[in-house]
């Protein structure tokens, strides 16, 4: 017999690898699930691996039939999704009903008598296991399909992101070589100028500092380096 890893803890990949041995071992209910084993052997001959990166493409990420809302700060709209991917309201309220079953029950209960009471509970509704299952199935590939999308566009916002930071980065390199060789130009610049100034300034200094003052006071064309430091 198939046991319950094969087949319940990973379906076509969608399935969250469970690692509590004690959930994996649990004794088969004697219900008829013949039908249920055809639904998910058939959704497991259309899957790939359940290894895949999330960025990987898969027929999953074409489950869509409108598209889903986005994620707002990490919260998600598990109606909006099911919808957009064709999971009407009454298959959802299926896996709902089953749920909430479940959840009736004490924590301590057999799970052998769990799977009964449930079982018998869904007959009684006239909800058929493996409508459940089929609903189930389609909630996980659509929100596995919601989880590579958003994956793909986080992989793309982010290598965009870092094209845009390394252009930033290179723009920035750019600038502060040339505020560099700016700063040394003005360097070479003041060094030039001031030789250039003492050369001058050596012939300024034969005719004597007073001299100097007087012409500087009288010409309309000079101005005394002392007033304008003062202004």
């Not at 690898?17 to 259309?46: H, K, M, W, Y």
């Not at 005394?224 to 202004?231: H, I, L």
Request: charged letters at 30%; a negative charge; glycine letters at 4%.
């Amino acid at each position: 017999m198939r046991t319950k890893k094969n087949w319940a803890s990973t379906v076509a990949g969608w399935f969250v690898e469970r690692t509590d041995d004690g959930q994996n071992s649990e004794p088969e209910a004697p219900v008829d699930t013949s039908a249920a084993d055809d639904i998910i052997q058939r959704e497991l001959s259309r899957g790939q691996s359940n290894h895949l990166e999330y960025t990987t493409p898969s027929p999953t990420q074409d489950v869509f039939k409108t598209a889903p809302p986005p994620a707002t700060g990490g919260q998600v709209n598990f109606d909006a999704v099911y919808e957009a991917a064709g999971v009407d309201q009454e298959e959802r309220d299926r896996v709902v009903k089953a749920s909430d079953l479940l959840k009736s029950l004490p924590p301590d209960t057999d799970a052998t008598v769990k799977k009964q009471i449930v079982s018998a509970s869904l007959k009684a509704f006239s909800i058929p296991i493996e409508k459940i299952i089929e609903a189930g199935v389609q909630q996980i590939q659509a929100l596995d399909g919601y989880i590579r999308n958003g994956a793909a566009d986080t992989e793309k916002l982010t290598q965009e992101s870092e094209d845009r930071i390394k252009q930033y980065e290179e723009q920035i390199a750019t600038l502060r070589q040339v505020m560099q060789d700016r700063v040394k130009e003005q360097q070479s610049v003041i060094a030039v100028c001031n030789n250039k100034k003492l050369e001058v300034q050596q012939i300024l200094e034969f005719f004597g500092q007073d001299t100097v003052a007087r012409v500087v006071k009288a010409s309309p064309k000079l101005h005394d380096p002392s007033e304008g430091a003062s202004n």
